[in-house]
T-cell receptor, first 125, second 113 residues
């Protein structure tokens, strides 16, 4: 079964350094997302991306964050100047434009499942 | 404020037994409710998705219910297996912000032999 892959699995960086987290979404998916999970807390939305532009972003996604789809397969999250509070597990996800459900019913993207990668654990020291 | 609350926080069950997890939400306008399973150190995996018009959805031994009037959902696990040990997360999507999923804190389920 196709899956979302993320690299690296663990990244350690010093405060103030730039990091780039990489993701390869499922090949026929058109919608891409970044979420993060601080240790012991809920998963939080960062940003959604479609048609080479940001669809929506959260308050967390400030000017220090950026996303890019540099080619036909990769989707990246860049943090320009990391802070200690950026330490978290970062999950990439992708979804289809539509999903065929039971009985051949078509569900639009808002009802399509998000497929998550296994995350990149970012540790800022 | 859009919120998703789950109970219990954790539970331990014997292999072969059933259990039910609860979810209450205040997300509005409502689009859909999802249940995800998250193994330790892994990404969440989708179990079910229910829209406003659906009140039950099954995926193998997992059965989710939805009461959109009371804004409550449950996930029932039948005949639990050791591999069911994981965090089960209720996730709600708003109609005007469908890509921005609102996650609950999860219920940590431990299945013991």
């Amino acid at each position: 079964e196709p899956e979302v892959t993320q690299t690296p699995s663990h990244q350690v960086t010093q405060m103030g350094q730039e990091v780039i987290l990489r993701c390869v979404p499922i090949s026929n998916h058109l919608y891409f997302y970044w979420y993060r999970q601080i240790l012991g807390q809920k998963v939080e939305f960062l940003v959604s991306f479609y048609n080479n532009e940001i669809s929506e972003k959260s308050e967390i996604f400030d000017d220090q964050f950026s996303v890019e789809r540099p080619d036909g397969s990769n989707f990246t999250l860049k943090i320009r100047s990391t802070k200690l509070e950026d330490s978290a597990m970062y999950f990439c996800a992708s979804s289809e434009a539509e999903t065929i459900g039971e009985g051949g019913v078509t569900f639009a993207v808002q009802n399509s499942p998000l497929h998550f990668g296994n995350g990149t654990r970012l540790t800022v020291t | 404020k859009n919120q998703v609350e789950q109970s219990p926080q954790s539970l331990i069950i014997l292999e072969g037994k059933n259990c039910t997890l609860q979810c209450n939400y205040t997300v509005s306008p409502f689009s859909n409710l999802r249940w995800y399973k998250q193994d330790t150190g892994r990404g969440p995996v989708s179990l079910t998705i229910m829209t406003f018009s659906e009140n039950t959805k099954s995926n193998g031994r997992y059965t989710a219910t939805l009461d959109a009037d009371t804004k409550q959902s449950s996930l029932h696990i039948t005949a639990s297996q050791l591999s069911d040990s994981a965090s089960y997360i209720c996730v709600v999507s708003a109609d005007d912000s469908w890509g921005k999923l609102q996650f609950g804190a999860g219920t940590q389920v431990v299945v013991t032999p």
